[in-house]
């Protein structure tokens, strides 16, 4: 048996030296870092130690290394963005999401922005490569509505006011439709107004891909 725990040979005798050598017992193929687990009732077993990174799991009766899940994709708005006087929608500079033909992730988005006056209002919505689909929770100021199940897709509009900064906050479960490309944030002013409606620095995106 392959990797079973068993006595070092010694020869046909043992000596109280060698009975006692904490290495009268080794594993078959021993190298540092592996791990001694039960494969039977009986018999100990080595499992090899895992790369770099790796962590223990239990399989279907004994236990196994497996890569860590994908983390956080981070994405941070690095410089402050203007749009002065214009409601045709623009793409962010920043904030956009490679996602793959058929990813799904779940994203959790930060905008942060600010404007003069309550003239312009903030127009937007999230362009999505052909046949995906973005929907779920937003929540930002325009009359403190907080909306669920809704396409990410549609145009929507949040209150600008005299200078205040305001946050908009989403969550939005992704699935893509065989496309790849970005999932992008694209926004304008409302009403087009002489005054600089700003998206700040350090709005963000979060983002677990699923599958």
């Not at 403190?144 to 969550?171: F, L, N, P, Q």
């Amino acid at each position: 048996m392959a990797n079973e725990l068993r006595h070092k040979t010694v020869g046909t005798e043992l000596t109280q030296t060698e009975f006692e050598d904490e290495a009268l017992h080794q594993l078959d193929s021993q190298a540092t870092g592996d791990i001694i687990y039960a494969s039977s009732a009986t018999q100990l077993t080595r499992l090899a130690k895992g790369a770099e990174s790796h962590f223990l799991k239990q399989g279907a009766s004994i236990p196994e290394w497996a890569t860590n899940p994908a983390g956080a994709t981070i994405v941070r708005k690095t410089a402050d963005q203007t749009v002065n006087d214009s409601a045709t929608l623009v793409n962010d500079t920043h904030l956009l999401l490679a996602v793959g033909a058929n990813d799904v992730w779940i994203i959790e988005v930060i905008l942060k922005y600010t404007s003069p006056s309550v003239t312009p209002d903030l127009d937007h919505l999230w362009a999505v490569p052909s046949g995906g689909e973005a929907r779920g929770i937003y929540d930002f100021k325009i009359n403190g509505v907080m909306d669920a199940g809704a396409d990410m897709t549609s145009e929507r509009k949040m209150d600008t006011g005299s200078g205040i900064v305001y946050y908009g906050m989403y969550r939005i479960l992704y699935v893509g439709g065989g496309t790849a490309g970005n999932l992008q944030l694209q926004w304008a002013q409302s009403t087009a107004t002489s005054e600089n409606t700003v998206m700040q620095e350090n709005s963000c995106i979060i983002a677990y891909q699923l599958a």
